[in-house]
């Protein structure tokens, strides 16, 4: 019998099950801030000559930051009785985000279907300007065997310095 | 790397296995402030980070043994080549945590010609340091040498 809770959203899914879905909205400082974050301070991403020099109409969001809105709604929606087993996407267009306001991104997801152990398969949309900026963007999400592994982000302390932390 | 006129890298050429990278909870913590600080992203209380190995191995640098060293070394000999991430595809074997040491060892699985620019596949490999499985990566990129423009 699973270990799920039969409460749980991944434990119900059915195929065709409309995950919820948001619209972010990326801005020049949240292409900044991911830079920072991540450690990709590619020069398309943060400054508009070196964009275009790369032959794009301005910057444009890292791939992997609308990825990771995609696994956002994906996390939120299986709960912490579920973990990502599977993530993949081709990048298809990017996101270009104007110098003021931002970039409206839409993130959505459906069921597609449910496999014999428990876990589901999610097809994901991800768009911005009309345009999918994801394709082919899937995710596999597994029941979790031991709920006790969710991590608890606060008040988990960094190891000291010197202890090969990276960079 | 070559010349677009020359052959591309080779299927194999590899790198790693790197040195160990420690997960900090602040690494961590970056990326979530992160997702909490763009407008209209939904709030996820288990912390979750599905990406995580991803950007940590697409952010490794020199002696990572991540893809970022990969290509770093492909276009050595090419300034100015621009890299566009072409697919990503992420395996977890388990969640990565704050404190996990990872080790990293990509290869070269495939290249292809497409003009003037080569697209290039490569594996890695997301381990502990006793060879445990935590992650596999595939991704491709499209390297042209000059740049876009």
Redesign the interface.
């Known amino acids: 019998m699973s270990p799920v809770d039969r409460a749980s959203p991944v434990a119900g899914a059915v195929a065709g099950q409309e995950l919820?879905g948001?619209?972010?909205?990326?801005?020049r400082g949240?292409l900044a801030?991911?830079a920072?974050?991540?450690?990709?301070h590619?020069p398309i991403h943060l400054h508009d000559a070196a964009a275009?020099?790369?032959?794009?109409p301005g910057v444009v969001a890292h791939?992997?930051a609308t990825?990771?809105?995609a696994?956002?709604?994906?996390?939120?929606w299986?709960?912490?009785d579920a973990?990502?087993?599977?993530?993949?996407?081709?990048?298809a267009r990017p996101v270009v985000v104007p110098a003021d306001g931002?970039a409206e991104v839409h993130v959505g997801g459906r069921v597609a279907g449910v496999l014999p152990d428990g876990s589901v398969r999610l097809d994901l949309s991800v768009t911005a300007g009309g345009h999918a900026v994801l394709v082919a963007a899937k995710?596999t999400v597994r029941p979790r065997v031991n709920a006790s592994?969710?991590?608890?982000?606060t008040g988990?302390?960094?190891?000291a310095p010197g202890?090969?932390?990276?960079? | 790397m070559p010349a677009a006129d020359d052959r591309p890298p080779s299927a194999g050429t590899a790198v790693g296995p790197g040195?160990?990278?420690?997960?900090?909870?602040?690494?961590?913590?970056?990326?979530?402030?992160?997702?909490s600080?763009?407008?209209?992203?939904?709030?996820?209380?288990?912390?979750?980070?599905?990406?995580l190995p991803?950007?940590?191995a697409?952010?490794g640098?020199a002696g990572s043994g991540g893809p970022g060293d990969l290509l770093a070394r492909l276009i050595a000999d090419s300034p100015g080549t621009?890299?566009?991430?072409?697919?990503?595809?992420?395996?977890?074997a388990?969640?990565v945590?704050?404190?996990d040491?990872l080790v990293l060892a990509s290869t070269v699985e495939s290249t292809r010609s497409m003009g003037a620019s080569v697209l290039v596949a490569v594996s890695t490999a997301v381990t502990d340091p006793a060879g445990a499985p935590v992650a596999t990566l595939r991704s491709t990129f499209v390297l042209t040498p000059g740049?876009?423009?």
């Open positions: 919820p948001f619209t972010a909205v990326l801005t949240d801030a991911y920072d974050a991540a450690g990709d590619n275009r020099a790369a032959g794009l791939g992997m990825l990771a809105l696994a956002r709604l994906v996390s939120a299986a709960g912490p973990e990502v087993a599977e993530l993949r996407t081709r990048f931002g995710a592994e969710v991590t608890q982000v988990v302390a960094d190891p202890a090969g932390a990276a960079s | 040195t160990p990278r420690t997960v900090t909870a602040g690494m961590r913590g970056a990326l979530l402030d992160w997702l600080g763009v407008q209209g992203v939904p709030a996820d209380p288990t912390g979750s980070l599905p990406t991803a950007v940590l697409l952010a640098s621009a890299v566009v991430h072409g697919d990503q595809r992420l395996e977890s388990r969640a945590r704050p404190g040491r740049g876009l423009a």
